[in-house]
Structure formats: C-alpha cells, structure tokens
C-alpha cells in the first residue's frame, strides 16, 4: 500500500479528520496537558476533589508510579464518583505515549469494574486509532450497553452517552454506513447541540446521504458555534473534490474566498487545493496573500514552501522552510521538507546539514511516532542523494514491507531501482503511484522519470 505525502494529506484533513477520532481523546494528549481534569473528566465539578489527584499526577511526573496509584484509589475511595483508578492511571499513560501499560490498565479495570462502560470507551478509541474497526464496533456496543444501565454518576453518564454514540457514529463513517451514522450522530446531537465536531460531521453524512443544502446548514452551524471550524464552503469544496466533481468544487473554493477575503485560514486552504489540482500560479497568489495578512503564521510559510518545492524551485522552498524551522524548530513538516530541500543543492555545507536534520527527526520520532515513516522515507532520500545507496535501500525496503510507503517514498523506490538496471519493475510502481491523481512534492520528477523509462523501454 502507497500512502499519500504527509504534507499533502493536509488540504482534505480539515474536512475529513473529524470523521476518524471518537471524541474521548485521552490517547492523543501530550504530557504537559494532563490536569486534575483530566483524569477526572465530567464526574465532577468541584475542584476541591484535586488534592490527591494533583499530587498524583506530581507523583507519576517523578516516575512514582506505586505513590501515584495509592493517590489516586484514595481520592476514588474517598469520592465514589471518580473515575476508577485505573482509569485516571491509563489516561496518564497515554499522555506520556505508552500505549502497552495504558491498554494493561485498562484490561485490569474492566475485571475489577465490571459495571463501569469508561474501559471499553477508550479501548474503543484506541482500537479504532489503530483502524481495527471490528474491535472498536464490539468495544463501543459494549459500553453502550453498560452504559444504559449505569447509574453512579449522572454526569458521567451522561458523558458515555455522547462518547459511545460518537465512537458507533466514527464506525458506521469509516465503514460507510451513512444511514447509520446519521442516526448516531442525531443521538450525539440531541445531547450536545452545542457540539461543532458532531455538526461537521453530521455535514459530511448528510453530504454522503445526497443531501448537500442540509450538509451546508450543518457546515454553517459549525461554524457559529466555532471560529475556528472549517469555513462551510470550503467543507463543502472537499466533499465535491472528493467526489470528482471539480467544477464545482472549484465553485465552492472561490465562494469561500468572496466572502471571507481577509481570512487566512481559508486562503491556506485555498492554497493547498489549487495545489491539488496542479495550479501552482494560483496556489501561489493565495498562499502569498495569507502570508500578507499574517505574517507571522507558520502554516503559510510551511504551505508557501511546499509550493515551491512542487515547483521545484528549491532556493524559495529552503527560504520559507528555514523561516519556519527557525521559528518552530520541533515543527515537523517544517524541519523535514527543509532537509529535502537542503539535500537538493550543491553546497557541501547544506547537504551536511540535511543529513543532521534527517537524522535527528529519525531519532526523535521513533516508533509510534505518527511522523515515523515520513522521517525515515525522508532520511533514505538523504542518504540516497549522498551516495550512500545501500542505506537508502534498506531503509526503503523496511519500510515498504511496513506498507508505510509514501508517494514521494515510492518514487524514490523507482529511483533505486533504475539504478540497479530493474527498470521494468521501476516503471510499474511510478505508472501505480502517478494513476491516482493526487498531488505530492516529487510528482514531477516521478514524471519525468516515467517518460524516460517508456522512451527508453521503445527504443
């Protein structure tokens, strides 16, 4: 399997992630966001509790893990209304990344609270991150259940209800099922109306169900309720693209920009999907005007250096993505795209540096890092480029039996294979990867490359 470039994934995302995350969330927190509230979550509201949940959270911070857990089964003893303390330990867990002692603890709760539906909410949540959708659908009809007969904590039931009908919702979207996912999210919606997730999501079912006008109405709805929601012409724009309707989308896309001009976020967006259709000129313009109104903002100058590194005009992608790093030096796409750019010059120095920010992306992401196997694809490139292809090949080879290739990694694979005379097989994987028409940094090259092979293969 061929995955698409990360930083090309970007344009559909802010449409299309809301349907693959549940709304619990605990897995995708980082440390430094982890309160007293968040372990308790909506069982109760009266701050007083966090005495003991505070200092456990002190205590697993220093590696206490023995201290931290008799803390918390304290406050849990001392307020039956708590979450269970397993509960509060894999939410800490999965704050720090450590999904195995995370799922133990769940697995713990679930025998020792057999009543309680919180176990199989977040084993749902992590199952489905992992696209095991099988599991995910048995995990959340089992919290449903038990949630329609818990009676402990009207808060935090009423917290189950919202969680399983998104979890069964996120199933029945990932599986298609739109009747069904309709059905969920009206549910969700009934408990919620406030909700600017279930409303965008609620938009793309009914998109899905052929009701466009009413998908519009939930966009717009989304947006009332959140600023910061995808602005509703351009949701809309992305349903249409999808469906290959590009006239419309396009549409849609210059509506989004009539009647909001002076926002950034929908000229990025703009940006990005002009990029998608291989307008570079218009990417261009509208990427250059987010940045004139904003320009401080990192996303423009990561989105204004990805268009000239589709353009291949490398001295403006170094300038954009050096601003970036610079400004955010653990931004990945920043960091990432500049040792690629980096790597595309003559000068000694610039290539060294590549391999330094190659190398040290690969070691900060190791595995279950998200940005894993787009540091390691970029890496093999790296090497590749400085002449050390056996690296490159090992790397690539790793990661093709992964199925973690990327498009620009299967254009590198291509490359590899030119080198060792196996052109045929080169041929096939760019003619595999250039017959999906999405967009990705080293598509031109990958055509080109094609057109030498065929040329080649004819004489």
């Given at each position: 399997?061929?995955?698409?470039?990360?930083?090309?994934?970007v344009?559909?995302?802010?449409?299309?992630?809301?349907?693959?995350?549940?709304?619990?969330?605990?897995?995708?927190?980082?440390?430094?966001?982890?309160?007293?509230?968040?372990?308790?979550?909506?069982?109760?509201?009266?701050?007083?509790?966090?005495?003991?949940?505070?200092?456990?959270?002190?205590?697993?911070r220093?590696?206490?893990?023995?201290?931290?857990?008799?803390?918390?089964?304290?406050?849990?003893?001392?307020?039956?209304k708590?979450?269970?303390?397993?509960?509060?330990?894999?939410?800490?867990?999965?704050?720090?990344?450590?999904?195995?002692?995370?799922?133990?603890?769940?697995?713990?709760?679930?025998?020792?609270?057999?009543?309680?539906?919180?176990?199989?909410?977040?084993?749902g949540?992590?199952?489905?991150?992992?696209?095991?959708?099988?599991?995910?659908?048995?995990?959340?009809?089992?919290?449903?259940?038990?949630?329609?007969?818990?009676?402990?904590?009207?808060?935090?039931?009423?917290?189950?209800?919202?969680?399983?009908?998104?979890?069964?919702?996120?199933?029945?979207?990932?599986?298609?099922?739109w009747?069904?996912?309709?059905?969920?999210?009206?549910?969700?919606?009934?408990?919620?109306?406030?909700?600017?997730?279930?409303?965008?999501?609620?938009?793309?079912?009914?998109?899905?169900?052929?009701?466009?006008?009413?998908?519009?109405?939930?966009?717009?709805?989304?947006?009332?309720?959140?600023?910061?929601?995808?602005?509703?012409?351009?949701?809309?724009?992305?349903?249409?693209?999808?469906?290959?309707?590009?006239?419309?989308?396009?549409?849609?896309?210059?509506?989004?920009?009539?009647?909001?001009?002076?926002?950034?976020?929908?000229?990025l967006?703009?940006?990005?999907?002009?990029?998608?259709?291989?307008?570079?000129?218009?990417?261009?313009?509208?990427?250059?005007?987010?940045?004139?109104?904003?320009?401080?903002?990192?996303?423009?100058?990561?989105?204004?250096?990805?268009?000239?590194?589709?353009?291949?005009?490398?001295?403006?992608?170094?300038?954009?993505?050096?601003?970036?790093?610079?400004?955010?030096?653990?931004?990945?796409?920043?960091?990432?795209?500049?040792?690629?750019?980096?790597v595309e010059?003559?000068?000694?120095?610039?290539?060294?540096?590549?391999?330094?920010?190659?190398?040290?992306?690969?070691?900060?992401?190791?595995?279950?890092?998200?940005?894993?196997?787009?540091?390691?694809?970029?890496?093999?490139?790296?090497?590749?480029?400085?002449?050390?292809?056996?690296?490159?090949?090992?790397?690539?080879?790793?990661?093709?039996?992964?199925?973690?290739?990327?498009?620009?990694?299967?254009?590198?694979v291509?490359?590899?294979?030119?080198d060792?005379?196996?052109?045929?097989?080169?041929?096939?994987?760019?003619?595999?990867?250039?017959?999906?028409?999405a967009?990705?940094?080293?598509?031109?090259?990958?055509?080109?490359?094609?057109?030498?092979?065929?040329?080649?293969?004819?004489?």
């Amino acid at each position: 399997m061929v995955r698409r470039s990360a930083l090309f994934s970007v344009s559909r995302c802010v449409v299309l992630a809301v349907i693959l995350l549940p709304v619990c969330g605990a897995s995708s927190l980082a440390y430094g966001q982890i309160t007293a509230q968040t372990l308790v979550g909506k069982a109760v509201s009266d701050d007083a509790q966090y005495g003991d949940i505070n200092n456990a959270i002190g205590r697993f911070r220093d590696r206490d893990i023995v201290g931290c857990r008799a803390l918390l089964e304290r406050a849990r003893s001392n307020n039956p209304k708590l979450p269970p303390p397993g509960v509060m330990m894999a939410v800490l867990w999965l704050g720090v990344n450590q999904l195995q002692p995370a799922r133990a603890e769940l697995e713990d709760t679930a025998v020792k609270y057999p009543g309680d539906p919180e176990p199989y909410l977040m084993l749902g949540d992590l199952a489905f991150q992992d696209r095991r959708i099988t599991d995910a659908d048995v995990l959340f009809s089992k919290a449903t259940a038990l949630t329609t007969a818990f009676s402990e904590n009207a808060k935090r039931k009423r917290d189950f209800e919202i969680r399983c009908h998104a979890g069964s919702a996120a199933v029945a979207e990932s599986r298609k099922q739109w009747d069904a996912a309709q059905k969920y999210l009206a549910a969700w919606l009934e408990l919620d109306p406030d909700n600017a997730s279930a409303r965008q999501r609620q938009g793309i079912v009914l998109f899905q169900l052929g009701k466009p006008q009413e998908a519009l109405a939930e966009f717009r709805e989304a947006k009332k309720l959140d600023e910061k929601a995808v602005h509703p012409e351009l949701a809309m724009a992305r349903l249409y693209d999808d469906a290959k309707q590009r006239d419309t989308a396009k549409k849609l896309i210059e509506q989004a920009i009539k009647s909001a001009p002076q926002d950034p976020a929908v000229l990025l967006a703009t940006a990005q999907w002009y990029v998608g259709q291989n307008d570079l000129p218009a990417a261009t313009i509208n990427a250059d005007n987010a940045l004139k109104l904003d320009p401080k903002s990192l996303e423009a100058k990561v989105v204004r250096g990805a268009i000239a590194r589709v353009a291949r005009d490398y001295k403006t992608a170094e300038r954009f993505f050096n601003e970036a790093h610079v400004q955010s030096p653990g931004n990945f796409p920043a960091g990432n795209s500049l040792a690629l750019v980096l790597v595309e010059t003559d000068d000694k120095d610039s290539r060294q540096r590549a391999l330094e920010m190659a190398e040290a992306n690969v070691a900060m992401h190791r595995e279950g890092s998200p940005h894993q196997a787009n540091a390691l694809t970029t890496l093999a490139w790296v090497y590749y480029k400085l002449g050390r292809r056996e690296d490159a090949e090992k790397i690539l080879s790793q990661i093709s039996q992964n199925n973690q290739l990327t498009t620009d990694g299967a254009y590198y694979v291509a490359k590899l294979l030119v080198d060792r005379g196996e052109k045929d097989r080169a041929r096939k994987i760019l003619e595999d990867v250039l017959a999906n028409e999405a967009m990705f940094a080293t598509r031109a090259d990958a055509v080109d490359l094609l057109a030498t092979l065929k040329k080649t293969a004819g004489n």
